[in-house]
């Protein structure tokens, strides 16, 4: 399956209540071929508008992070936890999370990245599947699936933060370093594919 086809797929999603407050449906938008697939929270009133990931100012100084590190947004895929935008940006509920998250683990599926990068607490907990504060985790790989995950701090939170501004720019290096070296993901272990075999 391709984007494309699970975009039609998806397109008028009413899983859970905020198919009916949004404007459009957030997809996500990039390289359906990348390395890398970066993870935010859920649209916010600009992306809610215009249907793309971070458009707004958080999507800008992640546009401009990105080109610290040698990277443009058309070589990697960004795309967002919640696919909806909730009404005054409020957090998502757990219910919206659980709705929604099958829908990334599929585009991720299609894209096959080594690395997801996770903005923020909530993408974090939810790709990581633990309730874990991001200060523990932040710019340290760990892998889930069949890919990397390394969790960064979420560029809106350094807007409204000013002192995480330094640290966000610093975990971008970090990225940097840590996909110049050549790390890949490990084959899932050959114990669990001697099982599923075994089943088949
Ligand atoms: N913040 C997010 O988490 N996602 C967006 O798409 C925009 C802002």
């Not at 984007?3 to 390289?31: P, W």
């Not at 215009?50 to 070589?75: C, H, M, N, Y």
């Not at 889930?144 to 979420?154: A, K």
Request: hydrophobic share 35%; glycine share 8%.
């Amino acid at each position: 399956m391709t984007l494309k086809e699970f975009y039609a797929e998806i397109k008028d999603c009413q899983k859970c209540s905020l198919g009916r407050s949004r404007t459009k449906l957030v997809f996500g938008a990039g390289n359906e071929k990348a390395d890398i697939v970066f993870v935010g929270e859920a649209p916010g009133y600009y992306e809610d508008q215009q249907g793309e990931p971070f458009v707004g100012a958080a999507g800008k100084l992640l546009t401009e992070l990105l080109g610290k590190i040698g990277l443009k947004r058309s070589d990697v895929y960004i795309a967002n936890i919640l696919k909806c935008r909730p009404p005054e940006n409020r957090d998502p509920s757990r219910e919206e999370v659980e709705a929604c998250k099958g829908h990334l683990f599929k585009q991720i599926e299609i894209i096959k990245p080594k690395v997801v990068c996770t903005l923020g607490n909530s993408a974090t907990q939810t790709i990581l599947d633990k309730r874990v504060p991001i200060t523990k985790v932040k710019a340290k790989a760990t892998q889930v699936r069949d890919f990397l995950v390394f969790p960064l701090y979420h560029p809106a939170a350094a807007l409204h933060q000013g002192w995480m501004r330094e640290p966000l720019e610093e975990d971008f290096q970090k990225l940097k370093e840590f996909l110049d070296s050549g790390v890949r993901p490990k084959p899932l272990p050959a114990l669990r594919e001697a099982e599923q075999l075994d089943l088949f």
